[in-house]
């Protein structure tokens, strides 16, 4: 099980912190990371992080997200710089498993808003 926290509203170029934990029975070699979704958009992945720290970003986001991750506590985070209004959307926490494409859990969205 995935809860994400950390959404809110902010303006054009401020920042926020979406974290996500994991709990339950979690196999260790897995990826963790947070998709978002706007309406009549698809889903896209965000960010996401391995097990051993290895990341990967949208380049949407480069240079102004950062996703880090706490294996002992089964946490990740996204840290959100200069936000643009294009980021507005409900952000999903995910994990699966290192031998898999798709995440095999989702959490809740956290929505994020941000306003010009």
């Known amino acids: 099980q995935l809860q994400a926290s950390g959404g809110g509203l902010v303006q054009a170029g401020e920042s926020l912190r979406l974290s996500c934990a994991a709990s339950g029975s979690i196999f260790p070699r897995n990826v963790m990371g947070w998709y978002r979704q706007t309406p009549g958009k698809q889903r896209e992945l965000v960010a996401a992080i391995t097990s051993s720290g290895t990341t990967n970003y949208a380049d949407s986001v480069k240079g102004r997200f950062i996703i880090s991750r706490d294996n002992a506590k089964n946490t990740v985070n996204l840290q959100m710089n200069s936000l643009k209004p294009e980021d507005t959307a409900v952000y999903y926490c995910?994990?699966?498993?290192?031998?898999?494409?798709?995440?095999?859990?989702w959490g809740q969205g956290t929505e994020v808003t941000v306003s010009s």
């Open positions: 995910t994990l699966r498993w290192i031998w898999e494409r798709e995440p095999q859990i």
